[in-house]
């Protein structure tokens, strides 16, 4: 049984930064790729990040320079760095593998991800 768990989650100023962990159990992720998604109250959930398995990220404009993904495999966890954080990335953060091993065009594509986590709350006040 595949567990995903996030943390790193909290309350932070705008311009500020937090690094969120998702660990993995019930699964070697050093053969797949991984994800973050976020959701915003009454919004749809969307792709934050991809990062395959040789280490190459994926990131959607709105994130890109700010956001920077990264894994340790051998600690089963990969980690979201976000830093310059602005109002508009409150939002639940999802953690996500598909058992998939790249990214690919539709890596965005909540379809793709058959495990995910609990999600842990990010909130940037202004």
């Known amino acids: 049984q595949v567990q995903v768990v996030e943390s790193g989650g909290g309350l932070v100023q705008a311009g500020g930064s937090l690094r969120l962990s998702c660990t993995v159990s019930?699964?070697?992720?050093?053969?797949?790729?991984m994800g973050w998604f976020r959701q915003a109250p009454g919004k749809e959930r969307e792709g934050v990040s991809c990062?395959?398995?040789?280490?190459?990220?994926y990131y959607p404009d709105s994130v890109t320079g700010r956001f920077t993904v990264s894994r340790d495999d051998a600690k089963n966890t990969q980690y979201l760095q976000m830093n310059s954080l602005k109002p508009e990335d409150t939002a639940m953060y999802y953690c996500?593998?598909?058992?998939?091993?790249?990214?690919?065009?539709?890596?965005?594509?909540?379809?793709?991800?058959?495990?995910w986590g609990q999600g842990t709350q990010v909130t940037v006040s202004s």
């Open positions: 990062i395959n398995t040789v280490g190459k990220p």
């Open positions: 019930g699964l070697t992720i050093e053969n797949y790729a």
């Open positions: 996500a593998t598909g058992q998939v091993a790249a990214c690919t065009q539709s890596w965005a594509n909540i379809a793709r991800y058959n495990a």
